[in-house]
């Protein structure tokens, strides 16, 4: 399989983080709260959905909080269920208290 690059832009007039690649776009939109992100909806086109590609849009948004006091609240489905499956690299953007 080849290896699909992108670039995850914040698009903070839509509240959403984006990507496009071959012409389809992804995204997942947030909610700023008192130092928290929301990532409350994500939306994948069919022939990304529940893949590698799609994993690899939510760790590149993550990734992206590595390095700031933001905490993550994943209140999409698909955003909890990827936390849940890579629980040890990102547990630390939970807010305190907050299990997945």
């Not at 008192?34 to 590149?60: A, N």
């Not at 992206?64 to 547990?91: C, G, H, Q």
């Amino acid at each position: 399989m080849k290896t699909i690059e992108f670039e995850v832009i914040k698009n903070d007039f839509q509240r959403q983080y984006e990507a496009k690649i071959e012409g389809e776009i992804l995204t997942a939109e947030f909610s700023e709260q008192e130092r928290k992100i929301f990532l409350t909806k994500l939306t994948v086109p069919g022939t990304y959905k529940d893949s590698e590609v799609q994993d690899l849009f939510i760790s590149k948004i993550l990734d992206s909080f590595e390095d700031t006091r933001f905490k993550v609240m994943p209140t999409s489905p698909e955003i909890a269920r990827f936390f849940r499956k890579n629980r040890l690299k990102y547990k630390d953007l939970l807010p305190a208290g907050i299990t997945i």
